[in-house]
């Protein structure tokens, strides 16, 4: 019989390292005769990128799941709220002016027991946006408020949401969890990685602790790929024809002790890429996501601290090449790879936290022995391929489907780029109905319903063939309306303002008036 794995070794910190290491220690230990020994290996003499983080819904279940305390979670992190990507100038209107929508992290509320979006293009006036009119979403982001009360109960909350925090320090809290949870710490360097004849990594040889023979052993060791691909072979696979952006110029932006603390990512598409606005409690963070094909980065960094009105000396502007696309097999022999190591895709809708807790929670369900089954194997990198299948297909909808054609880079993006079969057999169907369930894996990420926001904000059904709205009456349509912005009336008033709900977890006072109703919050948009 096959030795069952006692020792994982993790090659690499930072969050994907950290958060491997946390919930690999929590969940094969918590019904364990002989516990599984978790120890992370990294290195000194790296030092911490202070980027800005922002994150999709399920993160919440992740920290709520590790025990993790979320009002600390919020001060050690410079952490904040995030209720949606809202995207400006993707596209333009028949103006040629720049367009504005919002993602909600709120799922679509329902008419009538239906899809709000067929009864939306019968009787909302063209000029209308589908999100501000079928959710409160936007008009709470637009007054910065919290998505739950001042003292209401942790991880609970009426509205979808999800964080943006500062990656080093959250690197830096999750060392701390993990470590109190009894994970192992060692500082030091890999200098060789030694290969067994099986085809299994054998031993790490380390600068100071000399030569440390492994069991299993997961390499965080980002865009490097020190073990899966540099000792193991296993070779990555660009998207480069779906996908252009490969650099990065990233910084920060001040921001005033009094400024209002906005809950959403923005996303600004500028000549050749886009930029993003993160804010964390003590400033915001931004980057410019590019394509090299079309801009240098010289140019990148102009246009990117143009586009803010700031100098460079504020800024502090560095940039990031940016490895996009997947290791082929993710999960090799005694070896699996998670975050960057595994595969980047850019960072648009966020999805890079989520794809290393996905990685975490396949690899705990197919948990191998010291044999490292080949059928465990397979059908974890068959899942983490569809992973990456979905990110890539969504993200590449919102260059797809974009009408500017105004830069070399937006034409290519529209017309030269290769599209997945899988979105464009989607698109056509949608065309003719409203995205369902029905049309997505059954274990997904994004939803009909994210799908159908972003859609709608590109203008996708302006003259579509959809057909009518058959369950939905005018009357039902006005009935839900009115619910709708009833909850948009009694959510601003009940809901603190963000800075104010952050400010409380760290003791500091509230802004004068806070309401009493502000620890309560009650709102149904569903009818």
Same mark, same amino acid.
């Given at each position: 019989?096959?030795?069952?794995?006692?020792?994982?070794?993790?090659?690499?910190?930072?969050?994907?390292?950290?958060?491997?290491?946390? $919930?690999?220690?929590?969940?094969?230990?918590?019904?364990?005769?002989?516990?599984? &020994?978790?120890?992370?290996?990294?290195?000194?003499?790296?030092?911490?990128?202070?980027?800005?983080?922002?994150?999709? @819904?399920?993160?919440?279940?992740?920290?709520?799941?590790?025990?993790?305390?979320?009002?600390?979670?919020?001060?050690?992190?410079?952490?904040?709220?995030?209720?949606?990507?809202?995207?400006?100038?993707?596209?333009?209107?028949?103006?040629? &002016?720049?367009?504005?929508?919002?993602?909600?992290?709120?799922?679509?509320?329902?008419?009538?027991?239906?899809?709000?979006?067929?009864?939306?293009?019968?009787?909302?006036?063209?000029?209308?946006?589908?999100?501000?009119?079928?959710?409160?979403?936007?008009?709470?982001?637009?007054?910065?408020?919290?998505?739950?009360?001042?003292?209401?109960?942790?991880?609970?909350?009426?509205?979808?949401?999800?964080?943006?925090?500062?990656?080093?320090?959250?690197?830096?809290?999750?060392?701390?969890?993990?470590?109190?949870?009894?994970?192992?710490?060692?500082?030091?360097?890999?200098?060789?990685?030694?290969?067994?004849?099986?085809?299994?990594?054998?031993?790490?040889?380390?600068?100071?602790?000399?030569?440390?023979?492994?069991?299993?052993?997961?390499?965080?060791?980002?865009?490097?790929?020190?073990?899966?691909?540099?000792?193991?072979?296993?070779?990555?696979?660009?998207?480069?024809?779906? $996908?252009?952006?490969?650099?990065?110029?990233?910084?920060?932006?001040?921001?005033?002790?009094?400024?209002?603390?906005?809950?959403?990512?923005?996303?600004?598409?500028?000549?050749?890429?886009?930029?993003?606005?993160?804010?964390?409690?003590?400033?915001?963070?931004?980057?410019?996501?590019?394509?090299?094909?079309?801009?240098?980065?010289?140019?990148?960094?102009?246009?990117?601290?143009?586009?803010?009105?700031?100098?460079?000396?504020?800024?502090?502007?560095?940039?990031? @090449?940016?490895?996009?696309?997947?290791?082929?097999?993710?999960?090799?022999?005694?070896?699996?790879?998670?975050?960057?190591?595994?595969?980047?895709?850019?960072?648009?809708?966020?999805?890079?936290?989520?794809?290393?807790? &996905?990685?975490?929670?396949?690899?705990?369900?197919?948990?191998?022995?010291?044999?490292?089954?080949? &059928?465990?194997?397979?059908?974890?990198?068959?899942?983490?391929?569809?992973?990456?299948?979905?990110?890539?297909?969504?993200?590449?909808?919102?260059?797809?489907?974009?009408?500017?054609?105004?830069?070399?880079?937006?034409?290519?993006?529209?017309?030269?780029?290769?599209?997945?079969?899988?979105?464009?057999?989607?698109?056509?169907?949608?065309?003719?109905? $409203?995205?369902? @369930?029905?049309?997505?894996?059954?274990?997904?990420?994004?939803?009909?319903?994210?799908?159908?926001?972003?859609?709608?904000?590109?203008?996708?059904?302006?003259?579509?063939?959809?057909?009518?709205?058959?369950?939905?009456?005018?009357?039902?349509?006005?009935?839900?309306?009115?619910?709708?912005?009833?909850?948009?009336?009694?959510?601003?008033?009940?809901?603190?303002?963000?800075?104010?709900?952050?400010?409380?977890?760290?003791?500091?006072?509230?802004?004068?008036?806070?309401?009493?109703?502000?620890?309560?919050?009650?709102?149904?948009?569903?009818?």
């Amino acid at each position: 019989m096959t030795e069952p794995i006692r020792d994982i070794t993790i090659v690499g910190g930072g969050t994907a390292g950290w958060l491997a290491a946390a $919930m690999l220690n929590r969940y094969l230990n918590r019904n364990a005769s002989a516990p599984v &020994r978790v120890s992370l290996i990294e290195s000194g003499k790296l030092p911490p990128i202070g980027v800005g983080e922002a994150t999709v @819904p399920p993160m919440r279940q992740v920290l709520h799941d590790l025990g993790v305390d979320e009002n600390e979670f919020f001060k050690r992190c410079n952490a904040t709220i995030k209720l949606g990507v809202r995207f400006t100038n993707w596209d333009v209107d028949d103006e040629g &002016r720049p367009v504005e929508y919002l993602n909600s992290l709120t799922e679509g509320p329902v008419v009538n027991g239906h899809n709000p979006g067929a009864p939306f293009m019968a009787f909302a006036p063209e000029s209308w946006d589908f999100p501000r009119t079928v959710l409160p979403t936007d008009h709470l982001i637009d007054q910065g408020r919290a998505p739950r009360g001042i003292g209401d109960p942790q991880y609970d909350a009426k509205l979808g949401y999800a964080y943006h925090f500062e990656a080093g320090l959250f690197a830096e809290f999750m060392r701390d969890h993990a470590t109190g949870q009894g994970v192992h710490h060692i500082i030091d360097d890999v200098e060789h990685v030694e290969m067994g004849s099986d085809g299994n990594v054998a031993a790490l040889h380390l600068s100071e602790n000399g030569r440390r023979p492994v069991q299993l052993v997961i390499d965080c060791t980002g865009f490097k790929g020190l073990i899966i691909n540099k000792a193991m072979g296993e070779p990555f696979e660009p998207y480069s024809d779906t $996908m252009m952006n490969d650099r990065a110029v990233v910084g920060q932006i001040p921001r005033g002790a009094e400024d209002t603390i906005y809950p959403y990512t923005g996303a600004w598409a500028l000549s050749s890429g886009w930029v993003w606005r993160i804010p964390l409690y003590s400033r915001i963070s931004s980057g410019y996501v590019f394509s090299s094909a079309h801009l240098s980065d010289d140019e990148a960094r102009a246009e990117l601290l143009n586009h803010w009105g700031v100098d460079e000396e504020t800024f502090q502007p560095r940039v990031v @090449p940016m490895r996009v696309g997947k290791t082929r097999r993710t999960w090799v022999n005694n070896c699996v790879s998670i975050g960057l190591a595994s595969g980047f895709i850019e960072p648009l809708e966020s999805t890079g936290i989520y794809m290393t807790d &996905r990685a975490i929670r396949f690899l705990i369900d197919y948990f191998p022995d010291q044999g490292y089954d080949q &059928r465990l194997q397979d059908r974890y990198n068959e899942l983490m391929g569809q992973v990456f299948d979905e990110v890539r297909d969504f993200i590449v909808l919102h260059y797809y489907q974009s009408n500017r054609d105004d830069t070399p880079y937006w034409r290519a993006a529209r017309h030269e780029t290769a599209v997945p079969q899988s979105l464009l057999d989607n698109l056509e169907v949608w065309k003719r109905a $409203m995205p369902s @369930p029905l049309d997505l894996p059954e274990h997904r990420l994004f939803s009909a319903w994210t799908y159908q926001h972003v859609l709608f904000g590109k203008g996708f059904y302006k003259g579509a063939n959809v057909a009518e709205s058959r369950h939905v009456s005018r009357a039902d349509w006005e009935h839900f309306r009115q619910i709708v912005e009833n909850a948009k009336t009694q959510l601003a008033q009940n809901l603190p303002d963000q800075r104010a709900f952050l400010a409380s977890l760290r003791g500091s006072n509230t802004s004068a008036g806070e309401p009493d109703a502000a620890r309560r919050v009650s709102a149904d948009v569903t009818t």
